[in-house]
């Protein structure tokens, strides 16, 4: 599963952006899917996912009532709405994903990077 993320781009504070997690030739239907980001000399950290099939979603406490991770497209693909960003949101972010017997993540995609100016 190769899987691609997109919507990242430089906003001012307070605003907001919508990242998009697509798998190629196929739906992200079947996957738990994950949204990760990281900063240069930090540790990745997982900030929102969404479980298959529960439809659970987990939201980092870094970023609750401001993130919302969502299926859209009839499931083929996985969004992250970024509400209210901080400067200190600013980070490469990823998409990845695992499958039901997969004990972690098995798929990355490459990054999207999001800048927010003060």
């Known amino acids: 599963v190769q899987l691609q993320a997109s919507g990242g781009g430089l906003v001012q504070a307070g605003g907001s952006l919508r990242l998009s997690c697509a798998a190629s030739?196929?739906?992200?239907?079947?996957?738990?899917v994950g949204w990760f980001r990281q900063t240069p000399g930090k540790e990745r950290e997982s900030i929102a996912h969404?479980?298959?099939?529960?439809?659970?979603?987990y939201v980092a406490d870094s970023v609750k009532g401001r993130f919302t991770i969502s299926r859209e497209n009839a499931r083929k693909t996985v969004a992250l709405q970024m509400n209210s960003l901080k400067p200190e949101d600013t980070a490469l972010y990823f998409c990845?994903?695992?499958?039901?017997?997969?004990?972690?993540?098995?798929?990355w995609g490459q990054g999207t990077l999001v800048t927010v100016s003060s």
């Open positions: 990845a994903a695992r499958g039901r017997l997969d004990s972690t993540y098995r798929y």
């Open positions: 969404i479980v298959w099939p529960s439809g659970s979603t």
């Open positions: 030739k196929r739906t992200l239907h079947n996957y738990t």
